[in-house]
Structures are given as structure tokens and as C-alpha cells.
T-cell receptor
Framework: GENVEQHPSTLSVQEGDSAVIKCTYS??????FPWYKQELGKRPQLIID?????GEKKDQRIAVTLNKTAKHFSLHITETQPEDSAVYFCAASNWDNYGQNFVFGPGTRLSVLP | EAQVTQNPRYLITVTGKKLTVTCSQNMNHEYMSWYRQDPGLGLRQIYYSMNVEVTDKGDVPEGYKVSRKEKRNFPLILESPSPNQTSLYFC??????????????FGPGTRLTVL
């Protein structure tokens, strides 16, 4: 089955700097790669996603890149702000006859220091 | 308001006492799923369902059951809970392939403690 690794597990950056979180996956059939942000005590919220037919996607300060050959994808946050502090999860997904199988990475705790 | 709801939000129970956590969505989504979240392990998929009466196991299905008799509801059943099922549980739904998007919407979570 699919296996998703995520690095680093913790990341501290100064406000205004960039943050990069990297994930690798094992199943070449995976075709959808979302990123979720989870604040303490809250539910995961989708922040950006990318499909396997796209190499890069950007939404304001957030971007995701995908390298299908190497089976890795990365989240880039520019001009970080204290409110970006949270746990970020990547996931890899594909559809089968019964629905959509999601495998999540273990998460990265991002701290943005003022 | 479009939403996914779960009940109860918090539950403390004892080993072996059957329980059900309900999940309901009002967005007419085809796809629903259950996850458990444990520290350092991220979210792990328990079961998922593409539509009524169509369900399949995720990565950690042992000790859990689900049913999908109606499109809007997807209850999670623990027939004989054990302490290792103490966790934070999330239900999620998405429009599915027919809806043209994979975006999942998560419920607020249910914190379960099994003594």
C-alpha cells in the first residue's frame, strides 16, 4: 500500500521568512495530493492541493510543487506570519472501486517566531 | 450552512461497551470517510465509502465497523472498544468524482477515551 513520509517533523522560522515542507510517496497510482493545516484543537483545513497532471500550483503566499518521477511534493509558504503557526499534513490519494483512499504524512509542526 | 457534524464530541467509555459515533453531512456528498488521529502518526483512514452501500477498509479498520444506508450518514461503530482505540476521530466528506472535486470537508472531531 501507499506510504507517505514527511519532513521535517518540526520547523521554526522567523516571521517573514519562507518555510518548505517536503513529502514523498510510494504508490505511483496516487494522483491527488492535498495539504492540510490543523490548528490546536481544530479540524484539518485544506489549504492547497495538486493533481498528478500538474507540476506546480500557487495561491497567494502558498505554493505546492509535484515531481511525479521522483514521487515527491513540497509545500512552500512565503512571507510567513505568526498565524501560519500550526501542524501541516500532506496526503496522497487515489481512487479505487469503493472510493478514495487517503494516506497522510505524520505532520510538520511549524512555528513562526515574531 | 454546509457542514459535517459528528456526535458525540467527547466520549469516555469502558472496555467492551459498544458505541456508535455518528457523522452526517448536508452537502449531498457522495464520498465519506473516517479517520483516527494519534500523536506523531497523523491521520489514518479507517473506512471510506463512495456511496450508499459501498464501503471499503482503509489502513486501520480492525475493531471498527461502518454502514452507509443513507447518503448523508456514515456512522462508525465500535462493537467492543479497547483502550488502544482511545483517539481523536474525524469524519470527512467530499463531492467525489461525480462532483468534480476531491476536496474533503472534515467534521469537528470526536475525542474518545476507552478505560
Amino acid at each position: 500500500g501507499e506510504n507517505v513520509e514527511q519532513h521535517p517533523s518540526t520547523l521554526s522560522v522567523q516571521e517573514g521568512d519562507s518555510a518548505v515542507i517536503k513529502c514523498t510517496y510510494s504508490d505511483s497510482a496516487s494522483n491527488y495530493f492535498p495539504w492540510y493545516k490543523q490548528e490546536l484543537g481544530k479540524r484539518p483545513q485544506l489549504i492547497i492541493d495538486i493533481r498528478s497532471n500538474v507540476g506546480e500550483k500557487k495561491d497567494q503566499r502558498i505554493a505546492v510543487t509535484l515531481n511525479k518521477t521522483a514521487k515527491h511534493f513540497s509545500l512552500h509558504i512565503t512571507e510567513t506570519q505568526p498565524e501560519d503557526s500550526a501542524v501541516y499534513f500532506c496526503a496522497a490519494s487515489n481512487w479505487d472501486n469503493y472510493g478514495q483512499n487517503f494516506v497522510f504524512g505524520p505532520g510538520t509542526r511549524l512555528s513562526v517566531l515574531p | 450552512e454546509a457542514q459535517v457534524t459528528q456526535n458525540p464530541r467527547y466520549l469516555i467509555t469502558v472496555t467492551g461497551k459498544k458505541l456508535t459515533v455518528t457523522c452526517s453531512q448536508n452537502m449531498n456528498h457522495e464520498y465519506m470517510s473516517w479517520y483516527r488521529q494519534d500523536p506523531g502518526l497523523g491521520l489514518r483512514q479507517i473506512y471510506y465509502s463512495m456511496n450508499v452501500e459501498v464501503t471499503d477498509k482503509g489502513d486501520v479498520p480492525e475493531g471498527y465497523k461502518v454502514s452507509r444506508k443513507e447518503k448523508r450518514n456514515f456512522p462508525l461503530i465500535l462493537e467492543s472498544p479497547s483502550p488502544n482505540q482511545t483517539s481523536l476521530y474525524f469524519c470527512a466528506s467530499s463531492p467525489g468524482l461525480a462532483g468534480g472535486t476531491d476536496t474533503q470537508y472534515f467534521g469537528p472531531g470526536t475525542r474518545l477515551t476507552v478505560l
